[in-house]
Every structure is written in C-alpha cells, then in structure tokens.
C-alpha cells in the first residue's frame, strides 16, 4: 500500500471535515440554510497532451529524409501515406455532487467518464536506385483513460440576481495505460525476398494525483435549477510505465521483453540514417545499438489539458 497516497487520502477526509464545521460556523455568522446539496450534470470537450506517444509518432512522420522527399519530389525516392499521431480531442460527461458551506464557499465531489484513442495508418518508403527498395511501416497506437475522481474547493466572489461566478481548484485520481503495435517489411529490390518485423508494447493501467484550477458562470433559471459552464486546467502524468513488449521476425524468431517503457531517439538506417524519437520497454536501457540510441529516460502518459464543461444544477436539500 502506498504511503503517500494514504496520506493525501487522510488529508482529504481531515479537510472534508474542517469544511463541515466550518459551513455550520458561517451558517451561525450569517443566519442562512447552510449546508445545501446540489447535483451537477455536465457535458464536456476535453483536450488532452497524451505526452511521450504522440511526440514518438509526429518524430517519425515528419523526420527529415521523410519531409525533404515529400516537399522535393526527387528522383531515387518517394514516400507515400502518413503516420498519424493520435486525437487529443475528447468528448465526455462529468457527474458532481456539490456541497455548499456558505454563500462564499462550497466543495465538490465529481466522477468524470473515461477515455480512449486509438488509430491504424502506414507509409511506404520508396528508395529508387538502379532498382527500387521497397520499406513498408503500420502503427497502431492506443491510449486509454480509466474514469476519473476529483475532488474541488470552490469560492463564489460574486453573487448577484439569477448570475453568479465562481474559481474552483482540488486534485484527482488518473488511471491509465497505453500500447502500440507497429509492423516493418522491407522488399528486396534484387530478389524481391520480404523481410518483417513485428513489435508490440502494452503498460499496465497505472495510477497518479493530478492537480486542477478553473472557474466558471452559474445562470440561475429558479430556486433549484441552474445552468453552469466552466473553463477547466488540469495537470497530470503517469510515470514511470511498466509494461511487456514481444517481437516477432519472419527469420522467425521471437522475443518477450519485461520492465519499464522508455522514450528515446534513434538512427533509423532505413530512413537514410535520419533520427527520431520512439518508445521501447527494456528491463535495463541498453548500453550500445546499431541504431545509435540516445536521449534516453522513463516514458510517461501525460493527462494535462484544458476541459470545457456545460451542465444543469439541479438543488436536492
């Protein structure tokens, strides 16, 4: 069991309780119904980093042999199709129960859906010389986002007729994951034989605190109904990774690989020895490789971003 999370989840409980007494202090000092519930349902767009994935992917879509022969057209190569990086865009829902201690202060505790992207794109290598050299690559990348738990303070600066605003700021609980296959066949341009490799990496779902800051309008439509929109930033990341990767080649031969996923660039000699970045799971990083790794470190899942939510209040007691 996690020490620090026992801490912050002890923490939590301690402040959930400071908040109840003192609700009922200011109930005392102003002489209004306090606490009141409410229930907050919201739609919401949500843009996502996702981190490490999707730099390793736009890395080797746009490494430079590949963009220079996509803008110059030359004559001993050519390249077709494109590896896509995946969507940081996400359309989701969030549920909250809101406690309100005050007129100035209230505290919240929302469940928000979860997520997952994933995509399949290829490209094709041409290399023309008095024969062409045929190099082939598929990725197939997945992220996905476990629902979320987050718990928020809020203070109300001002309430004035059917319009009210509101700052808000708390932590959360993140759990996610991701994986990858990515397939490689070269074609002999002498003798036509095919080569192929064949990698896939999965991480376990890990989990972190993140940290939020946002604020927002409440439109008061009657006594127990409001419509709220709120902006929303949001920072979290999950690392470090562990995870299993096992790769497969035509000669055959096979290979199962267990420990952490790591980011780093490479030298890919197919690609005319230009340089970019990918994702691996090693037990220890290695010491030497053909491929000239360098820029090595942990890879992490990156959860920060900017939510917009709009919803319905609905007053329960």
Do not use: C
Request: net charge neutral; proline share 4%; glycine share 10%.
């Amino acid at each position: 069991m996690n020490p620090i999370k026992n801490r912050a989840g002890l923490g939590l409980i301690n402040f959930l309780v400071m908040s109840v007494f003192l609700g009922h202090t200011l109930y005392a000092q102003e002489g209004e119904h306090y606490p009141k519930f409410s229930l907050r349902l919201s739609g919401q767009a949500e843009m996502v980093a996702l981190g490490d994935i999707n730099t390793a992917l736009r890395s080797f879509n746009r490494n430079p042999a590949f963009e220079y022969i996509r803008h110059n057209n030359p004559s001993w190569g050519a390249v077709e199709g494109n590896i896509d990086s995946l969507g940081t865009f996400f359309p989701g829902w969030e549920v909250e129960l809101r406690m309100d201690l005050s007129r100035r202060i209230g505290l919240g505790v929302s469940a928000a859906g979860g997520l997952r992207a994933e995509n399949e794109s290829a490209l094709t290598l041409l290399n023309i010389l008095d024969v062409t050299w045929t190099y082939e690559y598929a990725y197939k990348p997945t992220v996905w986002i476990r629902p979320q738990v987050r718990l928020s303070l809020y203070y109300f600066p001002w309430r004035r007729g059917r319009v009210s605003s509101f700052i808000g700021a708390g932590i959360g609980y993140y759990r996610g994951g991701l994986s990858e296959q990515r397939n490689f066949m070269t074609i002999n341009g002498y003798s036509g034989d095919v080569s192929w490799v064949k990698r896939y990496w999965e991480t376990e779902t890990r989990s972190t605190l993140g940290f939020h800051l946002g604020g927002g309008l409440e439109w008061h439509l009657s006594r127990p109904v409001s419509l709220i929109a709120e902006i929303q930033y949001r920072y979290a990341r999950i690392g470090p990774l562990k995870g299993l990767e096992q790769t497969e080649t035509g000669e055959p031969s096979f290979r199962e690989m267990r420990g952490y996923l790591y980011f780093f660039t490479r030298e890919d000699l197919y690609a005319f020895g230009q340089r970019h970045a990918d994702l691996e799971v090693w037990d220890v990083p290695p010491d030497y490789s053909v491929d000239f790794i360098m820029d090595i470190r942990k890879a992490r899942l990156d959860l920060s971003g900017v939510s917009l939510k709009l919803g319905i209040k609905i007053g329960l007691f």
